[in-house]
């Protein structure tokens, strides 16, 4: 694994190349390939283990017995998931993690740096990092509820947009998702996601071409 991924990694943000060997070792790091479609964490399981994409993309993603999906969030390279039920690792997982494309996961134990006696520096520096990494995740969840909080299809469209555009410092940007993903995440049908895009297009509300979007007009502008 290349170092300089790791030492640009989050996790191992302010680490000596031989700190992080040391953290790698003690915390039983592995990692393993993914096929697309191919599920790396199943809801209902438990896991020890933070999962950092090493390539590739993951879905989070809940489903249901009926077969609704809600898509929660993709992860990328350098991403992290399941870090919350690793430190809580008696947890039941509510989500699964499915490989999106061909994908390669690094598992690290990370239960084992807690209550530990007199820590080492690296151990400091990664409770540390998980914390902030567990706060933005925070973070990133309760915009998610924003997202869908609105009633109608164009105000969930919009805000979503608006908050990627906040974070891009820009009216034009890239999304993560396709058709299917942008709708399973704002909890709607891809038809109705289709239309209204289409409609918003027509209006010079946005402007898109695939997941590469512009906005034209503001989100009061565009009466929601």
Sequence with gaps: ??????????????MAQNEIE??????????????KGE???HAGDRTDSVCIVITGSITIESNDMWGNRTILNIMGAGDF???TYAILKNETLLVDAVANKASEVLFLRVDKVFGAMNPQPWQSKLVRNL??????KNLML?????????????GKIMAYLNSVSLKKHSRTFDIPFDRQQMADYLNLERTALSKELGRMKQEGIIDFQKNHFKLLLSADTAKL
Excluded at 131 to 136: P, V
Excluded at 142 to 154: L, Q, W
């Design 39 to 41: 599920y790396i964490l």
């Design 1 to 14: 694994m290349k170092s300089e991924f790791l030492q640009s990694s989050r996790l191992f943000r302010g």
């Design 131 to 136: 914390l902030i990494i567990t706060a933005n």
């Design 142 to 154: 309760s915009g998610r509820s924003f997202h869908i909080s609105p009633k109608t299809a164009r």
């Design 22 to 35: 040391a953290a790698l070792e003690a915390l039983n790091a592995s990692s393993k390939f993914y096929h």
């Design 81 to 83: 998931f399941a870090e």
